[in-house]
């Protein structure tokens, strides 16, 4: 890495440590209060730690009723309308699980700690990125580990157009966080670092280099057995023509613009396939595929899937 990036990584360090502590003791004056959203069929986020006495308030940002509901029986607001809000104050330490009960599969996690409680800090903090090469235009996930668990996590990437970016995310109880990135045509191909941040501990995650390559199209071609499929099907993603015995990255664009990943390894004929549900969180329209040959780095033909409802 240059001294350059070097030094901008650094600066931004030290600017990421400010941003920190502005932000803990933000939350220190008002640690009464949290938000949570319900928005695309989630509770985001997923989980969250917050003071003991803290009321937390969920919204519907959906366009479909949705309840926040206790899996103990604690609180349970009914059916929430798009746009309405229920609140319920904590003020027993513990870890409070829940779940939306019109769509059973959205779940949550509050862990409310006591007063005085310390967050653990963790050692050996590490960050990886899937795929690595990534193709100009597509997406990769970025996974952190052995972070500070039920905490907030700051990653951190400059493009290979030397423009930088970062945010906020919560890690789960296990010290966990996913989240995907995108690499736009318009940064530019190259090089481009990532690092991530511990709140807690105010360490930073060695860089690490991703190689961003330009989109060149292979042999390789998806189909699937049921296309288009009704939402709450599965249908079967079959790749034909890949390398033999290698990896290759499939990702999609889901009707509601969110994205997934699946690594597959292919046959001794450069083939693979793998189960896909259409879920109904994602809604009805067009999911649109991209393959990636990791021994070739080059793109199989784009491939769309139909969701009806």
Known sequence: MTSAISRSILLFALSGILMVSTVLSSAEVHAQSASVAIQN?????????????A???????????????????????????????????????????????????????????????????????????????VIVGSIATVQGASFTPSNLAFVFWQRPDGTR????TTTSPTGMFSLVLGFAPRH?????FIAAFDAATSMWTPFI???????????????????????????????????????VVVQWHRPD????????????????????LADPRHGCGVRAFTALDLATLLAGAPFSLGEIC
């Open 55 to 133: 009321t937390v308030t969920w919204t519907n940002m959906d366009s479909v009723g949705h309840t926040t509901t206790s899996d103990t029986g604690v609180w349970n607001s009914g059916a929430l309308n798009p746009g309405a809000s229920f609140q319920h104050t904590f003020n027993t330490p513990g870890t409070y699980t829940y779940h939306c009960m019109i769509h059973p599969y959205m779940h949550g996690t509050l862990v409310v700690q006591g007063a005085g409680t310390q967050p653990a800090t963790m050692t050996g903090r590490s960050l990886t990125v899937t795929p690595t090469p």
């Open 188 to 192: 530019g191909i190259g090089t481009e």
């Open 257 to 276: 613009g969110t994205m997934g990943i699946v690594r597959a390894l292919t046959n001794s004929v450069g083939g693979f396939a793998f189960p896909l």
């Open 209 to 247: 280099a991703v190689g961003v390559v330009p989109r060149g199209v292979g042999p390789g071609m998806l189909s699937a057995t049921v296309n288009p499929v009704r939402i709450g099907g599965v249908t079967l993603i079959v790749g034909q023509g890949f390398t033999r015995g290698t990896s």
């Open 41 to 53: 069929f989630s509770f985001v986020p997923p989980t969250m730690m917050v003071p003991v006495g």
């Open 165 to 168: 970016r970062g945010v906020w």
